[in-house]
Structures are given as structure tokens and as C-alpha cells.
């Protein structure tokens, strides 16, 4: 069974930094690909990122400059690096695996920017 479990939220001001992490468990690690989502209140899920088992990564235009993906295959875990934070940034931050057919999604940390 797939877990995974980010960690790294909270309050931040805006301008400043935070980086998120994801670690991923009963999963083939090295070879899914891992995306990061967001949820702001009222709003649909929009996808923020992602790192495929090669290292590629694509960022969302919201994003690009600012946050910076990354993984350690070893730690099983995926990081958000996000800096230049926005209050539209504020959201519920989800981590989800791809690996074959298998889709699966962390419970999500909140990320709150004030202004």
C-alpha cells in the first residue's frame, strides 16, 4: 500500500521561503514520477510541479523561478523548495505518485502566506 506524507507547512511571510517535503512509502521510489498539487480555498486543485525517476522536471507559470522540485532516492522523499512567497501562494500543498497505472495523493500540509 502507497503512503506518502508531506511535512513543511505553516505560516510564512510573504518574500520568504519554505520547503516542503514528501516521503513516499510501499513504493518503487527511484522509478515514479512525483508531482506536487495545491488547493487554495474555494479553488480546484492545480497541479505546482513535478520530477520524473530522470530527474526532469516542469513547473507551473505561477511557479517557475520560485519553487524548485527535487528528490532523494534514498530518503524515498520529495521536496518543494518555494521561495518569493506570494499570498496567493496560500493553499494545501498535496504530494502524489505516479508509477504505472498507480496514482496516488498525500493528505496535504498547508502552506499560509501573509501578507
Known amino acids: 500500500q502507497v503512503q506518502l506524507v508531506e511535512s513543511g507547512g505553516g505560516l510564512v511571510q510573504a518574500g520568504g521561503s519554505r520547503r516542503l517535503s514528501c516521503v513516499a512509502s510501499?513504493?518503487?521510489?527511484?522509478?515514479?514520477?512525483m508531482d506536487w498539487y495545491r488547493q487554495a480555498p474555494g479553488k480546484q486543485r492545480e497541479f505546482v510541479a513535478t520530477i520524473t525517476a530522470r530527474d526532469n522536471t516542469v513547473y507551473a507559470d505561477s511557479v517557475k523561478g520560485r519553487f524548485t522540485i527535487s528528490r532523494d532516492n534514498i530518503k524515498n522523499t520529495v521536496y518543494l523548495q518555494m521561495n518569493s512567497l506570494k499570498p496567493e501562494d496560500t493553499a494545501v500543498y498535496y504530494c502524489?505518485?505516479?508509477?504505472?497505472?498507480?496514482?496516488?495523493w498525500g493528505k496535504g500540509t498547508l502552506v499560509t502566506v501573509s501578507s
Open positions: 502524489a505518485a505516479r508509477l504505472g497505472g498507480m496514482h496516488s
Open positions: 510501499g513504493i518503487i521510489f527511484v522509478g515514479a514520477t
